[in-house]
């Protein structure tokens, strides 16, 4: 008989401590490993990475679903329950668990004996966007959710875990209750504790806050980097990837590897996004390895290094401090993608190309106008209307020539 059954599991004296941690092995065949507080491998979580590794999932998706497990095992380790005897009960005081606790602080780098010290920030006056919230996004619990649900589906169809998964599908409904025969047609049965999740639009930069933090970039490597992340609409980590033989001017393509498919794809760039390659080039001209199959992008300073995403990140984060904006490098990805949906000329389904999505579905989302720009077209309507309206020509009554003349009997009918 499980706790749970005794005696209702008392969540608000629960305290689920920072054992374990993820590590990065910097092993091809093993990039990432779960350890207990021992210092020991967790062998279920290992076998499952392998698992990801062999259905084609990079290190970055195995780091993604890593982080969620560590969750997941730390309240284990807290409730003092094996992960093979995990239950239904605990799935579930997890999933309320983690919709409502705070989360953990972390030592700052620079001083990690001292405890960390949450501070509440407020909503940026540039951009709008509100910090990290204290709790976990709703986004975060469902893709902890699925990524449980999937951990002991493999365990379960090896032998190796319990006999039934604790994170069950929801309960069967009636097909297609209460659809909106304007929405596409979602799966009808996802996890039992997958919380509902917002429907966010994806923030763009707007064009005078780009300018402003485009003027604020430090080098010419950073601003061939936005240039072409806001011009190809590729993720920071695509462009980064590119290498020396990718690049060609003459065509104003770049050649980067998809997410995804991992598969290789010529994407058009601006010319100004050329020009300001060309000038880091220059600059940089025999001090870095330029073969087809060296990077494109390296670090400014010595020891010349090919530049990560956690680099490129801080140079855009010291670009927004400057000017007071909290923007991510994703926006500019967003930018792109709204910028080419709103030319009339472009088809959707060229966006979709660019973007690499895909479903067309996912590329529609930005055509959906932004809050900013409904409020500036409905105050523009208001303006209008204060405005008085001059007849025209065209808008004026007038008698056809015709008529008049037989009226006046210039003319025979």
Not at 36 to 62: D, I, K, P
Not at 288 to 293: A, E, L, S, Y
Request: charged share 20%; with cysteine.
């Amino acid at each position: 008989m499980s706790e749970s059954q005794d005696a209702p599991r008392d969540l608000t004296a629960l305290s689920v401590a920072r054992m374990g941690r993820l590590a990065a092995t910097g092993d091809p065949w093993e990039p990432h490993q779960l350890l207990t507080a021992s210092g020991e491998v967790v062998v279920s979580v290992a076998a499952f990475f392998g698992e990801l590794q062999a259905a084609g999932r990079s290190a970055a998706t195995q780091r993604s679903y890593g982080m969620d497990l560590l969750r997941w095992f730390r309240f284990l380790w807290s409730v003092e329950v094996e992960w093979q005897r995990a239950s239904r009960d605990e799935a579930r005081d997890f999933s309320r668990w983690i919709q409502i606790t705070t989360k953990p602080a972390r030592p700052h780098w620079r001083s990690p004996d001292k405890p960390a010290v949450v501070r509440p920030k407020p909503t940026n006056p540039v951009t709008g966007k509100r910090p990290p919230g204290r709790v976990y996004a709703p986004s975060t619990i469902a893709h902890c959710e699925t990524v449980l649900r999937s951990f002991y589906a493999f365990h379960l169809e090896a032998g190796t875990g319990p006999l039934v998964n604790p994170f069950p599908l929801a309960r069967a409904r009636r097909a297609h209750a209460h659809h909106n025969p304007m929405d596409r047609f979602e799966p009808q049965r996802s996890g039992l504790y997958r919380p509902r999740q917002p429907k966010r639009i994806p923030r763009q930069i707007a064009d005078e806050v780009f300018n402003d933090l485009f003027t604020r970039l430090s080098s010419d490597r950073d601003r061939a980097l936005v240039a072409f992340w806001v011009s190809t609409g590729a993720r920071a980590a695509e462009l980064l990837g590119v290498l020396n033989g990718g690049a060609d001017p003459g065509q104003q393509l770049i050649t980067v590897v998809r997410k995804g498919s991992r598969a290789l794809q010529q994407l058009p760039a601006s010319p100004d996004a050329f020009v300001w390659l060309r000038l880091y080039q220059q600059q940089i001209h025999g001090l870095v390895p330029t073969g087809p199959d060296d990077p494109v992008w390296w670090t400014l300073r010595r020891p010349f290094r090919p530049l990560n995403y956690h680099a490129a990140r801080a140079m855009f984060v010291r670009a927004n401090n400057l000017l007071g904006s909290n923007h991510s490098l994703h926006e500019l990805r967003h930018t792109a993608a709204y910028r080419l949906a709103r030319d009339p000329d472009m088809p959707i389904t060229d966006v979709q190309w660019v973007l690499g999505h895909a479903s067309l579905t996912t590329t529609q989302i930005y055509t959906t106008p932004t809050a900013a720009d409904v409020v500036d077209s409905v105050l523009a309507h208001h303006q209008r209307r204060t405005q008085p309206q001059q007849p025209t020509e065209e808008t004026t009554l007038r008698y056809r020539q015709e008529s008049l003349d037989v009226l006046f009997g210039r003319r025979r009918p």
